[in-house]
């Protein structure tokens, strides 16, 4: 067992700069490997999956009142939780063996409604790899959006559809072949969907659906997707956020730690932080996602531009 004290030596003589990266992350990777880790998250998805698609069929004759309702206050959370389980799984933290992960993606998928979490992985571990990297980070909003979206109104506009913007953006910019793990999560997904609307109509489809894209829009789950990287503060790139709602976020919240260790679990990433605070307590964070969201409505000095860029290799 490596000794916390041991750790804060190594940080100490490692300083955290992207050249030493690799060899921190070899060394405290050995204390966090996903060997226990299935268990608790398998759990905790299947709950999540087994309490949404239950709701979905408690409403299957519920007026569509009911349901946004339902599924802005209930719903939403759950299926946000679910999207933020698949990022986890993306960096095959539940599993040792990669296909483990996928096949538990693409259950934790079902009740958002559309196939993701392959595609989602195939993208996000480019954002790791080429972070602000201009055609490579299809996080980074396109020229377009930054033109539009000028103004507290059309900040709203973006704000409420941004789930859309983060999920067709790499598909338009970047497309890629899909592989037979997409065909998988396809397949899987349409056979849900179509038994849900089948056996209980399409209200509670629609209650699905409706949990997936308000909680990616102007909900204070969502306030991550500005929080990780729009740029509030100059010369700082990536901020966390080390509010409650990390308790329903598999700790997304702990971005700066998981940018600089995306192999150590969210649940444990808090850890990193007490070992090494100095590495982190001066850097600018969050404590409230939904002040997050406000900020960017109203401040005119923020929007989608407000993101570093740097060129690829190639291109220098």
């Known amino acids: 067992m490596i000794a916390d004290a041991d750790i804060h030596l190594f940080m100490c003589l490692f300083p955290i700069y992207p050249d030493h990266l690799i060899v921190f992350f070899l060394f405290l ?18 709950f999540v999956v087994l309490v949404q698609l239950a709701t979905a069929t408690l409403l299957h004759d519920a007026t569509w009142g009911k349901i946004l309702i339902v599924a802005y206050f209930f719903g939403s959370f759950l299926n ?8 986890e799984l993306s960096h095959n933290l539940a599993f040792c063996t990669p ?6 993606g693409i259950f934790a998928n079902l009740p958002i409604g559309v196939p993701m979490s392959i ?20 996080d980074i909003p396109t020229k ?10 059309t900040k709203s506009i973006w704000v409420t559809f941004q789930l859309f913007f983060y999920a067709l953006r790499p598909l338009f910019l970047k497309p890629k072949p899909p592989c037979l793990w997409e065909f998988t999560n396809l397949s899987i997904q349409l056979a849900l969907d179509a038994a849900m609307i089948y056996l209980y109509g399409w209200r509670s ?5 409706l949990s997936t894209f308000v909680g990616g829009g102007m909900h204070p789950m969502a306030g991550h997707f500005i929080s990780e990287h729009y740029v509030f503060h100059p010369d700082q790139e990536t901020y966390s956020y080390y ?12 971005h700066n730690e998981h940018h600089d260790f995306p192999r150590i679990p ?22 409230s996602w939904s002040q997050v969201i406000y900020r960017y409505i109203m401040d005119t000095t923020v929007g989608p531009y407000s993101r570093m860029k740097r060129k690829s290799r190639k291109s220098e």
């Open 205 to 209: 489809f629609g209650y699905l659906i």
């Open 266 to 287: 969210g649940t444990k990433l808090h850890r990193v932080r007490e070992i090494a605070p100095e590495f982190y307590e001066d850097l600018e964070s969050y404590q």
């Open 119 to 138: 595609t989602f992985q195939k993208y996000h571990l480019e954002h790791h790899r080429y972070q602000g990297v201009d055609a490579m980070d299809m």
């Open 29 to 46: 990777g050995l204390l966090n490997l996903p060997t226990f880790n299935c268990l608790f998250q398998f759990l905790q998805i299947a």
């Open 80 to 87: 946000h939780n679910l999207f933020l389980a698949i990022h």
């Open 99 to 104: 296909s483990y992960n996928r096949w538990l």
């Open 144 to 153: 377009l959006e930054a033109r539009i979206v000028r103004n507290a109104f």
């Open 243 to 254: 509010g409650p709602l990390n308790l329903l976020t598999w700790h997304v919240g702990y």
